[in-house]
């Protein structure tokens, strides 16, 4: 498969300047959200307010301990040293998310320096992806999401690979054992490649190097089944195989798939209908979802499932167009761009719903005193139980009202905001209408 012939390549250092612009694009959006507290949806203030009362990671499970330890470690090291200005810890707390998205990005950029075009299929699982889980951005899968690239990356090198080459696809594994319970899929994937590429060389290093490599992929195989089958929550479980549908919903993948994969099969085939398609189903697709203030956050909370669906069929393509003589040209790396910058856009976009509902919030924290029903504000929340939570992240370290749940009557996880409180050394101004608790 080769270049149509009168096409512009471009040279491998401009190749990856341009990916260097685009991951900035894409780290800019995602500190945009951040600016919005993107961190506190979903789950996030309960992460924050665990690390901030224990000073430790949050240990939700054994299963995705690494992806806390990557993610959390800022956090937990500024708390450790003493920093108390609830602002500095956010940010901190926004760096470690952002941590594997730089680390990964950084390594992938090493690892297809000799084919350097290859990066770009990383970045599309990035916006396509990554950034569909807006209400999860803090979450474990996304870690896991943006760790497999690398070491994809150096599974599908077509040559051996040096010594500091296994060391650094060595540690990766090592991190990938315990990311999030679908790393069964990739670590399946991972077993067969270094399985293969030790079965193939003759070489003493290259061979037990791979044999190495290939027995931690299947170590993280081992953990995710064993995870899938005693979970810590069944009910989760039950939740995830719904989510598989509900992601289907989400505009994000649909745009990064059908861009990369009518891309790719015009290009085989020749085919200008097929690649004027995949200018047109992205840019459909992404005017409707533009119209939309937000993803609403149950659909956004289902993209966990990707790392099942999208994300094996994204390594695919990339492993398609490795084989390939494909060579990058200016019209397409024109094309990748705008689908990066785009999508990078429309999570922007995408954020609205979010800055309203954060404004909404705050608004009656300052406005109320005491305790809070929602229904008297139009059932406000975003999700299900971090009311309280929410009520203590946003006031700026002066409790004065606390907004409760919708369903404050039936009792509350993961603490009784009539008698708790969280981030108590954090607070200027601690709620002075707390009760008693009662003795049981």
């Known amino acids: 498969m080769n270049v149509i012939s009168g096409t512009v390549l471009l040279s491998p250092w401009r190749i990856r300047g341009l990916s260097i612009a685009l991951f900035t694009v894409i780290s800019a959006a995602l500190w945009i959200g951040f600016s919005a507290d993107t961190y506190f949806a979903s789950d996030g203030p309960f992460y924050f307010a665990i690390i901030l009362d224990n000073a430790t990671f949050t240990h939700v499970s054994p299963s995705r301990a690494h992806a806390e330890y990557l993610t959390q470690w800022p956090l937990v090291l500024a708390v450790r040293s003493g920093v108390t200005d609830l602002k500095a810890l956010e940010i901190f707390f926004g760096l470690g998310v952002w941590f594997p998205w730089i680390l990964s990005f950084a390594i992938s950029l090493y690892a297809t320096r000799e084919r350097p075009a290859l990066i770009f299929f990383f970045l599309i699982s990035m916006v396509s992806l990554n950034l569909s889980s807006w209400c999860l951005i803090y979450g474990e899968h996304l870690t896991l999401l943006l760790l497999v690239w ?20 060595a540690l990766l594994l090592v991190a990938h054992l315990k990311l999030y319970e679908t790393a069964l899929v990739s670590g399946v994937i991972f077993t067969f490649i270094f399985t293969f590429r030790s079965w193939l060389e003759k070489n003493p290093r290259e061979r037990w190097g791979s044999g190495v490599l290939a027995s931690l992929a299947l170590a993280s195989v081992v953990i995710a089944v064993t995870w899938i089958i005693f979970p810590r929550d069944l009910e989760n479980r039950g939740h995830f195989l719904g989510a598989i549908v509900a992601s289907l919903a989400h505009p994000y993948p649909w745009i990064g798939l059908s861009y990369v994969t009518l891309n790719m099969v015009g290009i085989m085939f020749s085919s200008s209908r097929l690649r004027l398609a995949a200018w047109i189903v992205p840019l459909v697709i992404g005017g409707i ?39 990058l040209t200016k019209d397409l790396a024109v094309s990748v761009s705008l689908i990066v910058v785009g999508l990078s856009l429309l999570y922007i976009r995408h954020l609205q719903s979010w800055v309203t509902f954060k404004g909404e919030f705050q608004g009656i924290l300052k406005e109320e005193k005491g305790f809070v029903d929602p229904a008297d504000h139009g059932d406000i929340d975003h999700w299900g139980w971090t009311n309280p939570l929410l009520s203590y992240v946003w006031a700026e370290g002066q409790v004065k009202s606390v907004i409760l749940n919708r369903n404050f009557e039936d009792g509350y996880e993961p603490f009784d905001p009539f008698t708790e409180m969280v981030m108590e050394k954090y607070l200027d101004q601690k709620p002075s209408f707390l009760r008693e608790k009662k003795e049981k």
Not at 290 to 313: C, K, V
């Open 150 to 169: 690398p070491i994809f990356y150096f599974g599908i090198m077509r040559r051996r690979l040096t010594f500091l080459e296994q060391l650094l696809t």
């Open 289 to 327: 979802s533009l119209l939309s203030p937000g993803i609403m956050g149950g659909i956004s909370f289902s993209t966990r499932t990707l790392t099942l669906t999208a994300l094996p069929f994204l390594m695919l393509i990339t492993f398609l167009f490795s084989l390939s003589r494909l060579k």
